[in-house]
């Protein structure tokens, strides 16, 4: 009997033994599952893979700790090994690169805990912290209410205290006075009770203006056209008590040469009455198309503002509101008082005429100035000033009222029109007949005289601000009337004006040889422009552009 060939076990088992082999390494292979004969390898454990990986240099470091990089590491190593084939390669690098994947997942995975973790903590920290200022706040509010409440009594009750103080030593009947009517006082609580040092014929003059509204339109109005001043006051009553309105609301109504309808109402509730846009809206609807309000502007000035300034240019206006913290049609229109032609060389700033929609706004304007082309302009109210006449020199009439066959001429006092002057270089004055200024002159002591007859019978040139229903502003200047008439500004009186005229122009020689432009006058809607009627090439002392008033136009003509 031969012997048992040597061998690994199963060698002589039969092909039925080898088939079954091979169906459960393919069974092993799908299920996942490993088959190991750990009798036939020589690694049966981790610590002597570890060996022979750190004795093949395939796992270096020796003796570090084992990580996953390591690990592929070791894989990529061991498929650049000789005589390894391709499909080992193959595999053990797809090993390789699933085991750097799992690895960073793995990273992921503890820094998105490790952020979650330290996010809760602040996230914790934060609503203690929001908490406890919460809490502080809360604390120091209600101590604050409590002090100002406790202070708000106190003054309810030395008012109280003052107004039963005041109620013992005046008149019965002021003793209605309420808060609100000590506080809001209108144009009639004005008249009634006026200010201290207030003219009563100026209270009553600027009552009525409040009262008064131009309603435009009518000229083209075929139902009110044709009617009279009475009967269209009589169907303005009848159509406002048809918006609902009890009592009389119109005084009386006048036609204006230029086409609108000045209204006047009987007391400050139909004022107030026709003041809303709301009812303004329903009013014109019901007269007819074409008939609306006009809003009331406020004309002031403001003084050396840079010519860097486009009046034309909307851009700037909005800007110069929007610097100003004013809404955007809070100033209609700026212009420049003197006509550009009139500069002087080398002229860097001139005077802006601003035309205001809210008399709050144009009083805060000369209170606190503006600020144009980033510089701080101080801004005054302009003044009523005597009209001349620019046909024949002469006053308080315009020039398509006069009666002179000839034009006088502004400059030499010639027989011709001021533009067409030969000699605008002359000075010669009509009213004074003398050589020594022109006839449109602030300098002049006709003009002086007429502007001192002027502020006598408009009193609100002495004040300060356009008159309101707040009682600061009809506070007047602190001048002395004289200083208030003067026509070269507030602290020039006029006997050193006529001085300063004198040495200034002299003989008619010196005003030949030294030519120098003394005229200002804003130019309003009724002023034409000046550079069709007055010499173009007429130089000005840059210096007169400080010194000037700043007053309405002077003069008008068509």
């Given at each position: 009997?031969?012997p048992?060939?040597?061998?690994?076990?199963?060698?002589?088992?039969?092909?039925?033994?080898?088939?079954?082999?091979?169906?459960?390494?393919?069974?092993?292979?799908?299920?996942?599952?490993?088959?190991?004969?750990?009798?036939?390898?020589?690694?049966?454990?981790?610590?002597?893979?570890?060996?022979?990986?750190?004795?093949?240099?395939?796992l270096?470091?020796?003796?570090?700790?084992?990580?996953?990089?390591?690990?592929?590491?070791c894989?990529?190593?061991?498929?650049?090994?000789?005589?390894?084939?391709?499909?080992?390669?193959?595999?053990?690098?797809?090993?390789?690169?699933?085991?750097?994947?799992?690895?960073?997942?793995?990273?992921?995975?503890?820094?998105?805990?490790?952020?979650d973790?330290?996010?809760?903590e602040?996230?914790?920290?934060?609503a203690?912290?929001?908490?406890?200022?919460?809490?502080?706040?809360?604390?120091?509010?209600?101590?604050?209410?409590?002090?100002?409440?406790?202070?708000?009594?106190?003054?309810?009750?030395?008012?109280?205290?003052a107004e039963?103080?005041?109620?013992?030593?005046?008149?019965?009947?002021s003793r209605?006075?309420?808060?609100?009517?000590?506080?809001?006082?209108?144009?009639?609580?004005?008249?009634?009770?006026?200010?201290?040092?207030?003219?009563?014929?100026?209270?009553?003059?600027?009552?009525?203006?409040?009262?008064?509204?131009?309603l435009?339109?009518?000229?083209?109005?075929?139902?009110?056209?044709?009617?009279?001043?009475?009967?269209?006051?009589?169907?303005?009553n009848?159509?406002?008590?048809?918006?609902?309105?009890?009592?009389?609301?119109?005084?009386?109504?006048t036609?204006?040469?230029l086409?609108?309808?000045?209204?006047?109402?009987?007391?400050?509730?139909?004022?107030?009455?026709?003041?809303?846009?709301?009812?303004q809206?329903?009013?014109?609807?019901?007269?007819?198309?074409?008939?609306?309000?006009?809003?009331?502007?406020?004309?002031?000035?403001?003084?050396?503002?840079?010519?860097?300034?486009?009046?034309?240019?909307?851009?700037h206006?909005?800007?110069i509101?929007?610097?100003?913290?004013?809404?955007d049609?809070?100033?209609?229109?700026?212009?420049?008082a003197?006509?550009i032609?009139?500069?002087?060389?080398?002229?860097?700033?001139?005077?802006?005429i601003?035309?205001?929609?809210?008399?709050?706004?144009?009083?805060?304007a000369?209170?606190?100035?503006?600020t144009?082309?980033?510089?701080?302009?101080?801004?005054?109210k302009?003044?009523?000033?005597?009209?001349?006449?620019?046909?024949?020199?002469?006053?308080?009439?315009?020039?398509?009222?006069?009666?002179?066959?000839?034009?006088?001429c502004?400059?030499?006092?010639e027989?011709?029109?001021?533009?067409?002057?030969p000699?605008?270089?002359?000075r010669?004055?009509?009213?004074?007949?003398?050589?020594?200024?022109?006839?449109?002159?602030?300098?002049?002591?006709?003009?002086?005289?007429?502007?001192?007859?002027?502020?006598?019978?408009?009193p609100?040139?002495?004040?300060?601000?356009?008159?309101?229903?707040?009682?600061?502003?009809?506070?007047?200047?602190?001048?002395?009337?004289?200083d208030q008439s003067?026509?070269?500004?507030?602290?020039?009186?006029?006997?050193k004006?006529?001085?300063r005229?004198l040495?200034q122009?002299?003989?008619?020689?010196?005003?030949?040889?030294?030519?120098?432009?003394?005229?200002y006058?804003?130019?309003?809607?009724?002023?034409?422009?000046?550079?069709?009627?007055?010499p173009?090439n007429?130089?000005?002392?840059?210096q007169?552009?400080?010194?000037r008033?700043?007053?309405?136009?002077?003069?008008?003509?068509t």
């Amino acid at each position: 009997m031969s012997p048992t060939p040597k061998g690994r076990p199963g060698d002589a088992c039969d092909k039925t033994t080898g088939e079954n082999r091979q169906t459960t390494r393919q069974e092993a292979r799908k299920s996942g599952r490993t088959i190991i004969e750990e009798d036939h390898e020589e690694i049966k454990d981790a610590r002597k893979g570890r060996k022979y990986l750190e004795a093949k240099q395939l796992l270096w470091p020796p003796g570090e700790p084992i990580t996953l990089s390591a690990i592929t590491i070791c894989l990529h190593h061991i498929s650049a090994l000789a005589n390894v084939p391709k499909p080992a390669v193959n595999a053990i690098r797809s090993v390789a690169y699933i085991l750097e994947e799992v690895e960073e997942t793995a990273m992921s995975e503890k820094v998105k805990e490790a952020v979650d973790s330290q996010m809760g903590e602040l996230n914790k920290d934060l609503a203690l912290l929001v908490s406890d200022v919460t809490e502080r706040i809360d604390t120091h509010l209600s101590t604050k209410i409590g002090e100002l409440t406790a202070n708000v009594e106190r003054l309810n009750n030395t008012i109280s205290k003052a107004e039963e103080t005041g109620h013992t030593t005046s008149h019965p009947d002021s003793r209605r006075t309420t808060t609100n009517e000590r506080t809001g006082r209108s144009y009639a609580n004005i008249v009634a009770t006026p200010v201290a040092g207030i003219n009563p014929r100026l209270a009553a003059k600027e009552g009525i203006k409040a009262r008064q509204f131009m309603l435009e339109g009518i000229v083209n109005n075929a139902k009110l056209s044709h009617l009279t001043d009475s009967q269209l006051r009589d169907e303005l009553n009848r159509t406002i008590t048809q918006q609902g309105f009890e009592g009389k609301c119109i005084r009386s109504t006048t036609k204006q040469r230029l086409g609108g309808l000045l209204i006047e109402t009987n007391n400050d509730d139909a004022a107030n009455w026709i003041r809303s846009p709301h009812n303004q809206n329903a009013l014109c609807a019901a007269l007819g198309p074409g008939s609306t309000f006009r809003s009331r502007t406020f004309q002031m000035i403001a003084l050396n503002v840079s010519l860097l300034l486009d009046p034309t240019n909307k851009e700037h206006l909005k800007e110069i509101c929007e610097v100003n913290q004013l809404e955007d049609e809070t100033i209609s229109t700026i212009r420049w008082a003197k006509p550009i032609a009139r500069r002087s060389p080398g002229q860097r700033s001139a005077h802006l005429i601003v035309t205001f929609t809210d008399v709050n706004e144009a009083n805060r304007a000369v209170a606190n100035g503006l600020t144009i082309c980033n510089r701080r302009t101080r801004v005054e109210k302009i003044k009523k000033e005597p009209t001349r006449c620019l046909k024949c020199q002469g006053w308080n009439h315009f020039a398509k009222e006069c009666l002179e066959n000839h034009d006088t001429c502004g400059n030499c006092a010639e027989n011709h029109r001021t533009s067409l002057c030969p000699n605008p270089m002359r000075r010669s004055c009509a009213s004074c007949k003398v050589d020594t200024h022109a006839s449109w002159s602030r300098a002049c002591p006709v003009f002086l005289k007429k502007s001192e007859e002027c502020n006598r019978r408009f009193p609100e040139n002495a004040l300060t601000f356009i008159p309101s229903s707040d009682p600061w502003t009809w506070i007047a200047n602190s001048q002395s009337n004289e200083d208030q008439s003067d026509a070269d500004g507030p602290r020039t009186t006029r006997k050193k004006l006529v001085n300063r005229d004198l040495r200034q122009y002299g003989t008619q020689e010196n005003n030949q040889n030294n030519p120098v432009d003394d005229f200002y006058a804003p130019y309003g809607s009724n002023l034409p422009d000046w550079a069709s009627d007055d010499p173009p090439n007429l130089q000005q002392d840059p210096q007169e552009e400080t010194n000037r008033p700043h007053t309405r136009p002077t003069a008008n003509h068509t």
